[in-house]
Structure formats: structure tokens, C-alpha cells
């Protein structure tokens, strides 16, 4: 996972403003697939969660069963303009996240599953 140089800009203006913030990869229901940004106070992490990293600071977490359709995929957290998600911190900025994704090259793919094997 990355994010734009956009995407960093506005996880540090909302850090500034509300604290530490964390993410987490909508499901699909009320702000369809946009990711969501919460006070990291506000927002418990379930235990099924995954974090797949940190961006600006930020941990990023999804659904383990959202995982499980993106785990091929490199994601690129990036800002475009619009209104934010309606619990998410970036509502009311002008500026929204959205996830853009990218199926892993066979190189990445095979890094990543050496990084997985367990080591023996």
C-alpha cells in the first residue's frame, strides 16, 4: 500500500486538526468503497481486522474478508475532489479519499509470498 503526495497532505491537515487518525477500507455499504479516516480514539479495530500498513502516519486496516479480494492488488490511497464520506474525517474538506488499485506484477507477487512462507 502507498499514498500520493495528495493523500499525505491531507492526512497531515487532518492529524493536525483532530489528533492521531487511522484508516479503514469501507465494506461496501453507505459510503460505498471509499476509505474511511477516524480519530484513532473514536474507532475500535476489530480483532478479524487487517492493518496492511501505515501511510503519513496512519495505520490502514480492512476486513479480513475484504482482504481476500484485494490481497493481489497493490493499493494507492490518493485525494480527489468531492464530499467525503459521511462518518469520515475528510466530510467537509472539499476533498475526499479514494483507493486506486493495481494487480501485483509477478515479481511483487512472488516477494510477497516469500514474505508469507513461514520461515523453517
Given at each position: 500500500?502507498?499514498?500520493?503526495?495528495?493523500?499525505?497532505?491531507?492526512?497531515?491537515?487532518?492529524?493536525?486538526?483532530?489528533?492521531?487518525?487511522?484508516?479503514?477500507?469501507?465494506?461496501?455499504?453507505?459510503?460505498?468503497?471509499?476509505?474511511?479516516?477516524?480519530?484513532?480514539?473514536?474507532?475500535?479495530?476489530?480483532?478479524?481486522?487487517?492493518?496492511?500498513?501505515?501511510?503519513?502516519?496512519?495505520?490502514?486496516?480492512?476486513?479480513?474478508?475484504?482482504?481476500?479480494?484485494?490481497?493481489?492488488?497493490?493499493?494507492?490511497?490518493?485525494?480527489?475532489?468531492?464530499?467525503?464520506g459521511m462518518?469520515?474525517l475528510d466530510?467537509?474538506?472539499?476533498?475526499?479519499?479514494?483507493?486506486?488499485?493495481?494487480?501485483?506484477?509477478?515479481?511483487?507477487?512472488?516477494?510477497?509470498?516469500?514474505?508469507?512462507?513461514?520461515?523453517?
Amino acid at each position: 500500500m502507498t499514498a500520493t503526495p495528495s493523500a499525505l497532505a491531507l492526512i497531515a491537515e487532518l492529524t493536525a486538526r483532530h489528533g492521531p487518525v487511522l484508516f479503514h477500507q469501507s465494506g461496501g455499504c453507505c459510503d460505498g468503497s471509499a476509505p474511511m479516516c477516524y480519530p484513532q480514539a473514536d474507532f475500535v479495530v476489530s480483532p478479524d481486522d487487517i492493518c496492511l500498513g501505515v501511510i503519513g502516519g496512519a495505520p490502514f486496516h480492512i476486513s479480513a474478508s475484504q482482504f481476500e479480494y484485494w490481497r493481489h492488488t497493490q493499493l494507492v490511497i490518493d485525494v480527489v475532489e468531492g464530499i467525503g464520506g459521511m462518518f469520515s474525517l475528510d466530510n467537509g474538506t472539499g476533498l475526499r479519499f479514494h483507493v486506486r488499485s493495481r494487480l501485483f506484477s509477478g515479481e511483487e507477487a512472488a516477494m510477497l509470498a516469500a514474505a508469507r512462507a513461514p520461515l523453517t
